[in-house]
Nanobody, 125 residues
Framework: QVQLVQSGGGLVQPGGSLRLSCTMSGFTKGPFSYAIGWFRQAPGKEREGVACISNNNGNTYYLDSVAGRFTMSRESETLVHLQIRNLEPGDTAVYYC?????????????????WGPGSQVTVSS
């Protein structure tokens, strides 16, 4: 069974940086067969995809509003990171990593089957 363990998050001042990590296990297919996404859900808002690695072409995609400040990277077959720079209060949310073996045309869509528990990120002075 696919399991995702997240680390990172916390309280950060505006303009600061942090890194979220997601360790993945239990793959039943090759690790690179899975789309991997980072999502966030702010209070009172719908969950949105902020970054993803496509299992169609291996490319990384970002939500337009975070491009340039968010960087998703894959350190190994089972470990991915989301580096966030120049944090803004609007980035306050619970952040989730997710994986799915299906081939998505748009890996930022919220249609993943396997989810991490979430990491709270609060941006405040």
């Amino acid at each position: 069974q696919v399991q995702l363990v997240q680390s990172g998050g916390g309280l950060v001042q505006p303009g600061g940086s942090l890194r979220l990590s997601c360790t993945m296990s239990g793959f039943t297919k090759g690790p690179f067969s899975y789309a991997i996404g980072w999502f966030r859900q702010a209070p009172g808002k719908e969950r949105e995809g902020v970054a993803c690695i496509s299992n169609n072409n291996g490319n990384t995609y970002y939500l337009d509003s975070v491009a340039g400040r968010f960087t998703m990277s894959r350190e190994s077959e089972t470990l991915v990171h989301l580096q966030i720079r120049n944090l803004e209060p609007g980035d306050t949310a619970v952040y989730y990593c997710a994986v799915d073996p299906l081939y998505f045309r748009n890996c930022l869509k919220d249609i993943y089957d396997y989810w991490g528990p979430g990491s709270q990120v609060t941006v405040s002075s």
